[in-house]
């Protein structure tokens, strides 16, 4: 009779669980649409005013046109600033990943002195305002009388993006699976391929998003950049900007647009490419 009785009390206390979970999951849901609402949607009203076909920037958009692509497309100055971005960015992401994977290697295998204070201090970029960084490096280079402005801007651009390289390559080195490294050792493969066979594919998903990171966070800088640029070395984020002071056309909001739509682009290629999914590099 107790065992029947317990048989039947089982899934009445299994309903009762699922019906009292569904108010709470069901507020969940909203709660998370609304947060993704808020998050997209400074990404979505660019892209909205980009094909508003008015000469002013309206919300929300009147009739549809593509001619401010047109027009940003084949500007020259807006061409020059983008290849410039290109061009530093790439740099910066280069510098960013030669030194930021030995340096994520060295905290995670070796028993560093200062090891805690040495993260706060690489990371300490991620912490302190931009602002305040690109006036302190433009003191910097002032007393030391350096006056090449691409190399200010790709010293000041790595200084913000490595850490994100060093944060991400580290978290991978730390998920390394060492009896891996042991069993290939122990069968006789040599330093080298082991780090190429065993060692990389684990933290080649960290490597490619400290990457991304990096070149995104270089591409769009603008404090930095708004310190240590001039006329000649102009990023497409100061393009932009002047662009808002002389005229508050859709053209500004196509910028934007393909600005967006080119970080998206970089993360599809990564992963098709690389086949790393978009979530793997995010984690």
Not at 92 to 98: E, Q
Not at 222 to 251: C, K, T, V
């Amino acid at each position: 009779m107790n065992a029947k009785t317990n048989t039947l009390k089982a899934p009445m206390k299994t309903v009762m669980t699922a019906n009292n979970d569904y108010p709470v999951g069901l507020w969940l849901r909203i709660v998370i649409t609304v947060i993704l609402l808020a998050s997209m949607a400074p990404l979505v009203v660019p892209m909205m005013m980009a094909v508003s076909d008015t000469p002013n920037i309206v919300f929300p958009p009147r009739g549809f046109t593509l001619k401010w692509f047109d027009k940003v497309i084949h500007t020259a100055e807006a061409q020059a600033s983008f290849f410039f971005s290109l061009r530093l960015a790439g740099v910066v992401t280069l510098v960013s990943l030669v030194l930021g994977i030995p340096a994520a290697a060295g905290l995670v295998r070796f028993n560093v002195p200062g090891k805690g204070a040495i993260i706060g201090l690489v990371l300490s970029p991620l912490v302190v305002p931009l602002i305040v960084t690109g006036v302190a490096l433009l003191q910097v280079f002032s007393q030391l009388g350096w006056h090449a402005t691409f190399m200010q801007l790709a010293v000041g651009h790595t200084v913000v993006c490595l850490p994100y390289v060093v944060r991400s390559v580290t978290s991978s080195f730390m998920l390394v699976n060492r009896s891996l490294e042991d069993a290939a050792s122990v069968l006789g493969a040599s330093p080298a391929t082991v780090a190429r066979k065993v060692i990389w594919p684990q933290v080649r998903p960290g490597v490619l998003a400290g990457g991304v990171f990096a070149f995104i966070v270089s591409f769009d800088d603008y404090p930095i950049s708004m310190w240590l640029a001039d006329g000649d070395h102009f990023p497409i984020p100061l393009y932009l900007h002047s662009q808002i002071e002389l005229s508050f056309d859709p053209s500004i909001a196509a910028i934007s647009t393909l600005m967006i739509l080119f970080a998206l682009l970089l993360v599809l290629v990564i992963e098709k490419v690389f086949g790393i999914s978009i979530a793997r590099l995010a984690t």
